[in-house]
């Protein structure tokens, strides 16, 4: 029996304070998404609408964020593209996660050629540095909301799958595990009841970090003008647009570069938090 | 089989695997070639002759392994738009690439272990707590939004430095460092945010062990005893971190030599890609994907080379 | 009890202790490792502290060379003077300079306690470098000296050897040789062979006791192994949640333990003479949580001679002659009635 006393107990933190830390995140991504879901409804103008006379305005009454080069309303163009930058933030990881995931997972649970594959796929994924794929696919594939999703929703895969194949690797071993089998369960069986609701927790926390990195990816591909195609709004696009007036009317680039990092900053804050709640290593199975 | 046999073998695999891989997008819509290189208005049999010409009527996968074949010898073929030979492109492109991503690193490196040592010496001190929130927030910039953002500082408000454009070494150490420093902090900046994290968890478990302990009992004064006794054990997981980050920083040296127009490959490839130029896009990514295949293969091998044990787990598996 | 050979500037201990105090803060309270232990050493003479794991031995001793992590909320209190002077009041710079200088220590494992990126001739370096004052071509040639003094071979390709080459009993002798270095008035070693194989166990004790005797130095030997300290300590403290509850020297406590505890140990030791298939006696029980100090003494659950005081009431260390014990029924002359 050692209680060694050279090594103090940890103190262990109880309970979470509703802090400023937590709330200022959340309602901001509230927001966000808020405001993308109900853009329609709110008498927002056309985003779309160019006055060249009004062009490169400051902030003002009418306009609150002021307009862009071609005249166009920068608030409704900012919440028009969160709407596009929530789409592809949140449908590409989610069907990266679906196929990544069924990937790893029968790798991590069936190895042997299966696992063999599948780490050659993910391999082959990984090889390439990501943007560089990603421009390839979209130019090639063509730019559109879908093929843009469908281009990172592809590059998500690899991560995925990683996270799924060592989480069941992890789980495919311990007993309970075994003793399904010994019941005469299936393979599917197992795979769905035993397996995949203990991944699943690390899955989403790793979910929220890729909303965050796509986001960033496809305003990066936006902003190189190989992402959503031109009128339609988006976050990358319009920092594009604004880096040519910098001098004369920063505010066109700085203010959707702010709302982007402010979004970024948040998602990261939340999914640090989900992280921390759910991380495998602290539970306590 | 031989542990290094494999590894070779293992890499051979991979670069024909990527660069098939990037044929078969680059060529998904090979009508639009000739196209994109005629013109809307060319008849048919103008299409279809420059179809002839290129080869373009041929199975994907003849015209793959010709390709490869050629490859293989230094030859990538000629860019349509300057009728340049793309390899040559590349070669004289690739120092400034090359320049910037080492600038970069370097900058990171620079912040992070400083960052990290002194973050370690009081561990949820103000420096710890300060510099973590720093690279929390680094690490939600997107690099694109950095480089916008340093120009605007340095450039447009402070008129301290260029905005765009390239001076190469032959025109004067400074002007190339001028030209190179915002580019480079554009993707430093981020990148020690991730290279400071991982050192400073490293050091702390270090800071943990016996070994530590002994050196303080033998009377060395704090900061010798992290940089003598702490940071060389630790430095490995930087190493490997280091190499698993290089993919980004390619795809982040695309982004800033278009902010900066800096003449690299990256913009190179952005270049061919919006010219719709597909041999040189085609010789670019297999390329920059090779390279960044034999990078990271290298980078395993320093490892391995570094840390037995690694040797060993990887030959059993 | 004093010896008059090195150390000792005035005459009086060389080290001297006075109610230390360890305790770390958690989220059950705080929990007390050390509370409340004095001790003299005199020059020259070997002090065993002897207890089971938890009793804050090891605790104890770092305590004092200011080595318990400062980071994770450990209070440190008590007074502690080496040769006269006051450790805790010294300055953080001057306090290094004197561990570094008149203290070595060896610690438990040596296959943890060397650094394994650094070669071993630069680590017995190091502290002659620092502390005094060698150049790295002087510091070599001793620390090649002192491998040859604490009885490796080949000293010389040893020098430049990482630990992870060398074998456990061999990665102990450096450590000594790292400890000695600086030819230190106290040398502390923390359990020193636990780590090692039973054949090498001796050769380690005995290379400490040589250099301990050759250079005049005050040892204490932290061990949780009575028989060990049997052989090896001049004087022995017997350590129990955190208090010392018997001081004599080790004749007195072989001949006549006072604490019954310090009796119940010396009965879990095997002996020779007992007869084949003699049960090996334990202590029942368990060591108390030392983050629920109850009243009473603190070995009361476990000790066949309890009664109603020493549930009540902490026994003091009372003296007698010149051994300490902590006990309302103490054996031996004039007490030990069973409750």
Same mark, same amino acid.
């Given at each position: 029996?050692?209680?060694?006393?050279?090594?103090?107990?940890?103190?262990?933190?109880?309970?979470?304070?509703?802090s400023?830390?937590?709330?200022?995140?959340?309602?901001?991504v509230?927001?966000?998404?808020?405001?993308?879901?109900?853009?329609?409804?709110?008498?927002?103008p056309?985003p779309?609408?160019?006055?060249?006379?009004?062009?490169?305005?400051?902030?003002?009454?009418?306009?609150?964020?002021?307009?862009?080069?071609?005249?166009?309303?920068?608030l409704?163009r900012?919440?028009?593209?969160?709407?596009?930058?929530?789409?592809?933030?949140?449908?590409?990881?989610f069907?990266?996660?679906?196929?990544?995931?069924?990937?790893g997972?029968?790798?991590?649970?069936?190895?042997?050629?299966?696992?063999?594959?599948?780490?050659?796929?993910?391999?082959?994924?990984?090889?390439?540095?990501?943007?560089?794929?990603?421009?390839?696919?979209?130019?090639?594939?063509?730019?559109?909301?879908?093929?843009v999703?469908?281009?990172?929703?592809?590059?998500?895969?690899?991560?995925?799958?990683?996270?799924?194949?060592?989480?069941?690797?992890a789980?495919?071993?311990?007993?309970?595990?075994?003793?399904?089998?010994?019941?005469?369960?299936?393979?599917?069986?197992?795979?769905?009841?035993?397996?995949?609701?203990?991944?699943?927790p690390?899955?989403?926390a790793?979910?929220?970090?890729?909303?965050?990195?796509?986001?960033?990816?496809?305003?990066?591909?936006?902003?190189?003008?190989?992402?959503?195609?031109?009128?339609?709004?988006?976050?990358?696009?319009?920092?594009?647009?604004?880096?040519?007036?910098?001098?004369?009317?920063?505010?066109?680039?700085?203010?959707?570069?702010?709302?982007?990092?402010?979004?970024?900053?948040?998602?990261?804050f939340?999914?640090?938090?989900?992280?921390?709640?759910?991380d495998?290593?602290?539970?306590?199975? | 089989?031989?542990?290094?046999?494999?590894?070779?073998?293992?890499?051979?695999?991979?670069?024909?695997?990527?660069?098939?891989?990037?044929?078969?997008?680059?060529?998904i819509?090979?009508?639009?070639?000739?196209?994109?290189?005629?013109?809307?208005?060319?008849?048919?049999?103008?299409?279809?002759?420059?179809?002839?010409?290129?080869?373009l009527?041929?199975?994907?996968?003849?015209?793959?392994?010709?390709?490869?074949?050629?490859?293989?010898?230094?030859?990538?073929?000629?860019?349509?738009?300057?009728?340049?030979?793309?390899?040559?492109?590349?070669?004289?492109?690739?120092?400034?690439?090359?320049?910037?991503?080492?600038?970069?690193?370097?900058?990171a490196?620079?912040?992070?272990?400083?960052a990290?040592?002194?973050?370690?010496?009081?561990?949820g001190?103000?420096?710890?707590?300060?510099?973590?929130?720093?690279?929390?927030?680094?690490?939600?910039?997107p690099?694109?939004?950095?480089?916008?953002?340093?120009?605007?500082?340095?450039?447009?408000?402070?008129?301290?430095?260029?905005?765009?454009?390239?001076?190469?070494?032959?025109?004067?150490?400074?002007?190339?460092?001028?030209?190179?420093?915002?580019?480079?902090?554009?993707?430093?900046?981020?990148?020690?945010?991730?290279?400071?994290?991982?050192?400073?968890?490293?050091?702390?478990?270090?800071?943990?062990?016996?070994?530590?302990?002994?050196?303080?009992?033998?009377g060395?004064?704090?900061?010798r005893?992290?940089?003598?006794?702490?940071?060389?054990?630790?430095?490995?997981t930087?190493?490997?971190?280091?190499?698993?980050?290089?993919?980004?920083?390619?795809?982040?040296?695309?982004?800033?030599?278009?902010?900066?127009?800096?003449?690299?490959?990256?913009?190179?490839?952005l270049?061919?890609?919006?010219?719709?130029?597909?041999?040189?896009v085609?010789?670019?990514?297999?390329?920059?994907?090779?390279?960044?295949?034999?990078?990271?293969?290298?980078?395993?091998?320093?490892?391995?080379v570094?840390?037995?044990?690694?040797?060993?787990?990887?030959?059993?598996? | 009890?004093?010896?008059?050979?090195?150390?000792?500037?005035?005459?009086?201990?060389?080290?001297?202790?006075?109610?230390?105090?360890?305790?770390?803060?958690?989220?059950?309270?705080?929990?007390?490792?050390v509370?409340?232990?004095?001790?003299?050493?005199?020059?020259?003479?070997?002090?065993?502290?002897?207890?089971?794991?938890?009793?804050?031995?090891?605790?104890?001793?770092r305590s004092?060379?200011?080595?318990?992590?400062?980071?994770?909320?450990?209070?440190?209190?008590?007074d502690?003077?080496?040769?006269?002077?006051?450790v805790?009041?010294?300055?953080?710079?001057?306090?290094?300079?004197l561990?570094?200088?008149?203290?070595?220590?060896v610690f438990?494992?040596?296959?943890?306690?060397?650094?394994p990126?650094?070669?071993?001739?630069?680590?017995?370096?190091?502290?002659?470098?620092?502390?005094?004052?060698? @150049?790295?071509?002087? #510091? &070599?040639? =001793? %620390?090649?000296?002192?491998? *040859?003094?604490?009885?490796?071979?080949?000293? +010389?390709?040893?020098?430049?050897?990482?630990?992870?080459?060398?074998?456990?009993g061999?990665?102990?002798?450096?450590?000594?040789?790292?400890?000695?270095?600086?030819?230190?008035?106290?040398?502390?070693?923390?359990?020193?062979?636990?780590?090692?194989?039973?054949t090498?166990?001796?050769?380690i004790?005995?290379?400490?006791?040589?250099?301990?005797?050759?250079?005049?130095?005050?040892?204490?030997?932290?061990?949780h @192994?009575?028989?060990? #300290? &049997?052989? =090896? %300590?001049?004087?022995?403290? *017997?350590?129990?949640?955190?208090?010392a509850? +018997?001081?004599?020297?080790?004749?007195?406590?072989?001949?006549?333990?006072?604490?019954?505890?310090?009796?119940?140990?010396?009965?879990?030791?095997?002996?020779?003479?007992?007869?084949?298939?003699?049960?090996?006696?334990?202590?029942?029980?368990?060591?108390?949580?030392?983050a629920?100090?109850?009243?009473?003494?603190?070995?009361?659950?476990?000790?066949?001679?309890?009664?109603?005081?020493?549930?009540?009431?902490?026994?003091?260390?009372?003296?007698?002659?010149?051994?300490?014990?902590?006990?309302?029924?103490?054996?031996?002359?004039?007490?030990?009635?069973?409750?």
């Amino acid at each position: 029996m050692s209680a060694s006393a050279a090594e103090p107990a940890t103190v262990a933190r109880r309970g979470r304070p509703i802090s400023w830390a937590l709330a200022l995140p959340l309602a901001w991504v509230a927001l966000v998404v808020f405001l993308a879901i109900t853009a329609d409804w709110i008498g927002l103008p056309d985003p779309a609408a160019q006055e060249l006379i009004l062009r490169r305005k400051p902030p003002s009454a009418e306009y609150l964020l002021g307009t862009d080069n071609l005249g166009r309303d920068m608030l409704s163009r900012i919440i028009y593209g969160g709407r596009t930058s929530l789409i592809v933030g949140i449908c590409a990881p989610f069907f990266g996660f679906l196929i990544g995931g069924a990937i790893g997972m029968s790798a991590g649970y069936f190895r042997g050629k299966v696992d063999l594959l599948a780490v050659g796929f993910i391999d082959i994924l990984l090889a390439f540095p990501t943007l560089v794929l990603a421009l390839t696919f979209v130019a090639y594939l063509g730019q559109s909301l879908f093929n843009v999703t469908l281009a990172l929703g592809i590059l998500s895969i690899p991560a995925a799958a990683r996270v799924s194949r060592a989480n069941t690797m992890a789980w495919a071993n311990r007993d309970f595990v075994l003793a399904a089998r010994t019941i005469g369960a299936s393979n599917w069986r197992i795979l769905t009841r035993e397996i995949l609701p203990n991944v699943l927790p690390a899955m989403f926390a790793f979910w929220l970090v890729a909303v965050s990195v796509i986001i960033v990816a496809e305003g990066a591909l936006s902003f190189l003008g190989l992402g959503i195609p031109a009128p339609q709004p988006s976050w990358g696009g319009m920092i594009a647009d604004g880096r040519e007036a910098l001098d004369v009317a920063p505010h066109t680039a700085l203010i959707p570069a702010a709302v982007m990092f402010l979004t970024v900053l948040s998602l990261n804050f939340l999914g640090d938090m989900v992280r921390n709640l759910v991380d495998p290593r602290r539970s306590t199975l | 089989m031989h542990w290094l046999a494999r590894q070779v073998l293992r890499l051979a695999v991979v670069l024909f695997c990527v660069t098939l891989l990037t044929f078969l997008i680059v060529n998904i819509l090979p009508g639009d070639v000739a196209t994109a290189i005629l013109g809307g208005l060319a008849t048919p049999e103008d299409l279809a002759g420059l179809r002839a010409d290129l080869g373009l009527d041929r199975p994907m996968l003849v015209r793959y392994f010709d390709w490869l074949g050629s490859a293989l010898s230094g030859d990538l073929g000629r860019s349509h738009r300057s009728g340049e030979p793309v390899a040559q492109a590349i070669v004289d492109r690739l120092p400034v690439s090359l320049q910037l991503m080492v600038m970069a690193q370097i900058i990171a490196i620079g912040i992070a272990v400083p960052a990290a040592l002194l973050s370690v010496r009081r561990p949820g001190g103000l420096f710890d707590r300060l510099s973590a929130s720093a690279a929390f927030g680094f690490l939600a910039t997107p690099n694109f939004m950095l480089g916008i953002l340093l120009i605007y500082l340095f450039s447009v408000t402070l008129d301290l430095l260029p905005a765009t454009g390239f001076s190469p070494l032959s025109e004067g150490l400074w002007a190339n460092l001028e030209s190179m420093i915002l580019p480079a902090l554009s993707l430093g900046l981020i990148e020690w945010t991730v290279l400071m994290r991982v050192l400073r968890s490293d050091l702390l478990t270090t800071l943990k062990e016996d070994f530590i302990l002994l050196a303080r009992a033998k009377g060395l004064p704090p900061w010798r005893v992290l940089l003598q006794h702490a940071l060389r054990p630790s430095s490995f997981t930087l190493i490997t971190v280091i190499g698993l980050n290089i993919g980004g920083l390619i795809g982040g040296a695309v982004i800033v030599e278009q902010i900066f127009a800096l003449p690299g490959v990256g913009r190179l490839l952005l270049g061919g890609i919006f010219n719709r130029d597909l041999i040189l896009v085609q010789g670019t990514v297999s390329f920059i994907a090779a390279g960044f295949v034999l990078v990271n293969f290298l980078v395993d091998m320093l490892y391995a080379v570094l840390d037995p044990r690694v040797r060993h787990v990887r030959f059993r598996s | 009890m004093s010896d008059a050979a090195s150390g000792s500037v005035n005459g009086g201990p060389l080290l001297s202790v006075r109610d230390a105090r360890v305790g770390f803060s958690t989220v059950r309270g705080l929990l007390r490792a050390v509370d409340g232990v004095s001790f003299d050493l005199q020059a020259g003479r070997t002090l065993g502290i002897v207890g089971e794991s938890g009793s804050g031995k090891s605790v104890l001793v770092r305590s004092l060379i200011g080595l318990v992590g400062t980071g994770s909320g450990a209070i440190v209190g008590g007074d502690v003077r080496l040769d006269g002077q006051d450790v805790r009041g010294l300055s953080a710079r001057n306090f290094r300079q004197l561990l570094g200088r008149d203290i070595g220590i060896v610690f438990q494992d040596p296959m943890t306690s060397l650094n394994p990126v650094m070669k071993i001739g630069r680590q017995i370096g190091e502290g002659l470098r620092l502390n005094r004052g060698l @150049d790295s071509a002087a #510091a &070599a040639r =001793r %620390a090649v000296e002192l491998l *040859v003094e604490v009885g490796i071979p080949e000293p +010389e390709r040893r020098a430049s050897q990482y630990p992870h080459e060398l074998s456990g009993g061999m990665r102990q002798r450096v450590a000594i040789a790292i400890a000695i270095a600086c030819e230190p008035k106290l040398l502390i070693a923390d359990e020193p062979t636990t780590a090692l194989d039973v054949t090498v166990q001796r050769q380690i004790l005995d290379l400490l006791q040589r250099e301990q005797r050759e250079r005049g130095m005050a040892m204490i030997l932290i061990t949780h @192994d009575l028989g060990v #300290a &049997a052989g =090896r %300590a001049d004087d022995i403290m *017997v350590m129990y949640a955190g208090r010392a509850v +018997e001081m004599a020297t080790t004749r007195e406590i072989f001949r006549g333990p006072r604490m019954p505890y310090t009796e119940a140990l010396l009965r879990s030791l095997p002996r020779l003479s007992d007869a084949t298939h003699t049960r090996l006696s334990a202590i029942p029980g368990r060591p108390p949580d030392l983050a629920r100090r109850g009243t009473g003494c603190s070995f009361a659950p476990r000790c066949a001679y309890r009664s109603a005081c020493c549930e009540a009431e902490e026994p003091a260390l009372s003296r007698e002659g010149g051994r300490g014990f902590a006990c309302f029924h103490p054996l031996g002359a004039g007490g030990g009635t069973s409750a």
